[in-house]
């Protein structure tokens, strides 16, 4: 199927550092706010954004997306599909070559995919489809299958998190839900562990032995990423006035994610370009634990419904001026071939708070305390923690606030331990709109007990997305689509919280940014 693309105050002078002796000229060095730390380097582990970004420097993937989400060939050369769909042979790009100077084989593949297919959803159905997966040569891929997957290109191209990393098999053979001890991908730039500053920074180099593909045009994670930058440099700046001044003197040139009480102030500067990369923008969802309780009672998750307003929590997030933000939010993202209004009047109905807090203790909840995990360096993270919160105790639940940074939520969310015991019961976060298009690439329904943190259950929600994989036309999946969310508004694997367009800032030297979220191939000095 096709998806359709969709404080100001008195900032003092900061200054960031100035670069070493041995580095390049300004004109060949990028400078980049990243929306949050970068705790998590392993892209298969952790669904975090700013990882997810951060691996596309690194790592190159077999397919790419382009602009109109459709799945393009990357690293592979191209594919034939025999045996009525049931055998697909992939043939890889000659030249490649991983960041250690070996070649790219078809076996580092072939080790790759089955570790992204043990964490990611996609992946899972895929591999649950896949009889055979074997590499008869070093640049031949064979998938072998039980059933026609035509959505194999797509699975293996996904911007969506997580993404079909490639590296090498020796790595690859890491145990998914273990972070890999070491970054060697094939894509356009290497991490530079030893430039690391936890927190603080983190540093790429252009990759000489990268092989751009020889046609087209770049478009987003397809096409030939041509690099103009010898250098990227990530710097953590958690301070929203001293990231804004910093971009408005020329130390950095872009940053990724403004809060939206700076934007007006932004775009005002002549020297900066403020847009909106990605139509699809972010949603808000909040997030229950289900594993133990009292969220592991599906009572109380739906009680929840009738309580939510999510106006409230997009205006703290996306400020009251209604044009940036939307509520009316369902399960799939606005805008695109699956939203519907299905199901909808659980959260468009009067809101009645009397009621969530007697529906909550009907169902079992007995006053325990409740940890409430919530972001204060990501200011649109930290203003939907802050109204979680509230509405949290309004609603009858005595809250323990851990307010904390975004890298340490990233980390604590995946414990399945008891909250007493270092685990959690509830956050608030922005999930990218793109990733809520479709079932196979939603994180968070993925429902079948083990994936993205939460760990949700539903086998129905699970039977409906293989039928959604295996539907027959773009019609037939939005049917299931409609059905998928009414089975959401029963077992409640999240809370939709509406949808924001957060736009991107970045000096006018600069060309080439694409759409989508940030990539740092195209980008230019102009």
């Given at each position: 199927m096709k998806r359709r693309s969709f404080l100001a105050s008195v900032l003092a002078a900061t200054t960031i550092g100035a670069p070493s002796l041995a580095a390049p000229s300004k004109s060949r060095v990028l400078k980049f706010i990243p929306q949050a730390d970068l705790a998590v380097l392993d892209p298969i582990w952790t669904t975090a954004y700013v990882t997810r970004n951060h691996a596309y420097l690194v790592f190159d993937t077999l397919y790419g997306w382009d602009a109109r989400f459709e799945a393009k060939p990357q690293m592979v050369e191209g594919h034939t599909v025999e045996n009525d769909g049931k055998e697909w042979r992939l043939t890889l790009r000659r030249g490649l070559r991983f960041h250690d100077g070996e070649p790219v084989l078809a076996s580092d593949c072939?080790?790759?995919?089955?570790?992204?297919?043990?964490?990611?959803?996609?992946?899972?159905?895929?591999?649950?489809?896949?009889?055979?997966?074997?590499?008869?040569?070093?640049?031949?891929?064979?998938?072998?299958?039980?059933?026609?997957?035509?959505?194999?290109?797509?699975?293996?191209?996904?911007?969506?998190?997580?993404?079909?990393?490639?590296?090498?098999?020796?790595?690859?053979?890491?145990?998914?839900?273990?972070?890999?001890?070491?970054?060697?991908?094939?894509?356009p730039f290497r991490f530079k562990a030893d430039e690391r500053v936890a927190g603080a920074q983190y540093v790429y180099e252009r990759f000489a032995d990268y092989v751009p593909r020889p046609e087209g045009s770049p478009n987003w994670t397809a096409g030939p990423k041509i690099v103009n930058f010898d250098r990227v440099e990530w710097h953590v700046l958690p301070d929203a006035a001293t990231a804004a001044s910093a971009l408005r003197l020329g130390e950095m040139d872009w940053w990724e994610l403004p809060p939206p009480d700076l934007v007006t102030m932004l775009r005002?500067?002549?020297?900066?370009?403020?847009?909106?990369?990605?139509?699809?923008?972010?949603?808000?969802?909040?997030?229950?634990?289900?594993?133990?309780?009292?969220?592991?009672?599906?009572?109380?998750r739906r009680a929840l419904l009738g309580g939510i307003d999510q106006s409230e929590f997009m205006e703290a997030a996306g400020g009251t001026d209604p044009s940036g933000w939307k509520d009316g939010v369902g399960f799939f993202c606005?805008?695109?071939?699956?939203?519907s209004d299905v199901g909808m009047?659980?959260?468009s109905a009067p809101r009645d708070l009397l009621k969530v807090k007697e529906a909550v203790k009907a169902a079992g909840y007995g006053g325990e305390k409740i940890v409430l995990l919530g972001a204060t360096d990501v200011p649109i993270l930290k203003a939907i923690a802050d109204v979680t919160a509230d509405f949290m105790q309004r609603a009858g639940f005595n809250i323990d606030y851990v307010a904390t940074d975004w890298g340490t939520v990233v980390q604590r969310r995946t414990r399945k331990d008891p909250a007493d015991k270092g685990g959690w019961h509830l956050y608030s976060n922005f999930t990218g709109g793109m990733d809520q298009t479709t079932p196979t690439t939603h994180t968070n329904l993925w429902a079948g007990g083990n994936a993205a943190p939460g760990w949700p259950r539903s086998p129905r929600i699970e039977e409906l997305s293989a039928d959604w994989v295996r539907a027959p036309d773009q019609g037939a999946q939005t049917r299931i689509a409609q059905d998928i969310q009414r089975q959401a508004f029963i077992d409640v694997p999240y809370i939709p919280l509406g949808q924001i367009a957060q736009p991107t800032a970045y000096r006018r030297d600069l060309a080439g940014v694409m759409p989508g979220f940030a990539v740092f191939w195209n980008v230019k000095r102009a």
């Amino acid at each position: 199927m096709k998806r359709r693309s969709f404080l100001a105050s008195v900032l003092a002078a900061t200054t960031i550092g100035a670069p070493s002796l041995a580095a390049p000229s300004k004109s060949r060095v990028l400078k980049f706010i990243p929306q949050a730390d970068l705790a998590v380097l392993d892209p298969i582990w952790t669904t975090a954004y700013v990882t997810r970004n951060h691996a596309y420097l690194v790592f190159d993937t077999l397919y790419g997306w382009d602009a109109r989400f459709e799945a393009k060939p990357q690293m592979v050369e191209g594919h034939t599909v025999e045996n009525d769909g049931k055998e697909w042979r992939l043939t890889l790009r000659r030249g490649l070559r991983f960041h250690d100077g070996e070649p790219v084989l078809a076996s580092d593949c072939v080790a790759s995919i089955l570790r992204w297919g043990k964490r990611d959803n996609y992946g899972r159905m895929l591999m649950a489809a896949t009889e055979d997966l074997s590499a008869p040569d070093d640049r031949t891929l064979i998938f072998r299958l039980r059933e026609p997957f035509p959505q194999l290109p797509d699975a293996l191209g996904k911007a969506t998190n997580n993404m079909a990393a490639i590296m090498p098999a020796r790595l690859a053979a890491t145990d998914p839900f273990r972070q890999v001890p070491e970054l060697i991908g094939s894509g356009p730039f290497r991490f530079k562990a030893d430039e690391r500053v936890a927190g603080a920074q983190y540093v790429y180099e252009r990759f000489a032995d990268y092989v751009p593909r020889p046609e087209g045009s770049p478009n987003w994670t397809a096409g030939p990423k041509i690099v103009n930058f010898d250098r990227v440099e990530w710097h953590v700046l958690p301070d929203a006035a001293t990231a804004a001044s910093a971009l408005r003197l020329g130390e950095m040139d872009w940053w990724e994610l403004p809060p939206p009480d700076l934007v007006t102030m932004l775009r005002a500067d002549r020297a900066l370009k403020v847009e909106v990369q990605d139509p699809t923008g972010f949603v808000g969802i909040f997030r229950m634990n289900h594993l133990n309780p009292p969220f592991d009672n599906p009572a109380i998750r739906r009680a929840l419904l009738g309580g939510i307003d999510q106006s409230e929590f997009m205006e703290a997030a996306g400020g009251t001026d209604p044009s940036g933000w939307k509520d009316g939010v369902g399960f799939f993202c606005p805008g695109t071939p699956m939203a519907s209004d299905v199901g909808m009047e659980v959260l468009s109905a009067p809101r009645d708070l009397l009621k969530v807090k007697e529906a909550v203790k009907a169902a079992g909840y007995g006053g325990e305390k409740i940890v409430l995990l919530g972001a204060t360096d990501v200011p649109i993270l930290k203003a939907i923690a802050d109204v979680t919160a509230d509405f949290m105790q309004r609603a009858g639940f005595n809250i323990d606030y851990v307010a904390t940074d975004w890298g340490t939520v990233v980390q604590r969310r995946t414990r399945k331990d008891p909250a007493d015991k270092g685990g959690w019961h509830l956050y608030s976060n922005f999930t990218g709109g793109m990733d809520q298009t479709t079932p196979t690439t939603h994180t968070n329904l993925w429902a079948g007990g083990n994936a993205a943190p939460g760990w949700p259950r539903s086998p129905r929600i699970e039977e409906l997305s293989a039928d959604w994989v295996r539907a027959p036309d773009q019609g037939a999946q939005t049917r299931i689509a409609q059905d998928i969310q009414r089975q959401a508004f029963i077992d409640v694997p999240y809370i939709p919280l509406g949808q924001i367009a957060q736009p991107t800032a970045y000096r006018r030297d600069l060309a080439g940014v694409m759409p989508g979220f940030a990539v740092f191939w195209n980008v230019k000095r102009a």
